[in-house]
């Protein structure tokens, strides 16, 4: 399995981004996805998880409310909407797959395939 990031860039506090997760073949049924992010210095920090039949979705507590992560099956992506952003929120991000258990989906560990992230900038 692959997958590509895409979205990231420079936004005023307030603001909102919308990252994409473009995923090989039909990953997309088999694989759950999640988005970390990662500030230097800082161990990578689960974000968001979709499992791979849609039924479970889980946040960081940190953005609960303001992020949402949501599928296309059918251009086999997977979207992380990113709503009324804050300067702590600046990080790359990362999105994995892989079939961790529901209760360890923020161990970043139990991830098969990573892409190449992408940065996110929250800033005046």
């Known amino acids: 399995v692959q997958v590509v990031e895409s979205g990231g860039g420079w936004v005023q506090p307030g603001g909102s981004l919308r990252l994409s997760c473009a995923v090989s073949?039909?990953?997309?049924?088999?694989?759950?996805i999640a988005w970390f992010r990662q500030v230097p210095g800082k161990e990578r920090e689960g974000v968001s998880y979709i499992s791979a039949n849609d039924e479970d979705t889980f946040y960081a507590d940190s953005v609960k409310g303001r992020f949402a992560i949501s599928k296309d099956h059918a251009n086999f992506t997977v979207y992380l909407q990113m709503n009324s952003l804050k300067p702590e929120d600046t990080a790359v991000y990362y999105c994995?797959?892989?079939?961790?258990?529901?209760?360890?989906?923020?161990?970043?560990?139990?991830?098969?395939?990573w892409g190449q992230g992408t940065q996110v900038t929250v800033s005046t």
């Open positions: 073949g039909y990953a997309l049924y088999y694989y759950a």
């Open positions: 994995a797959a892989g079939t961790p258990y529901r209760t360890s989906w923020y161990r970043d560990r139990l991830y098969d395939a």
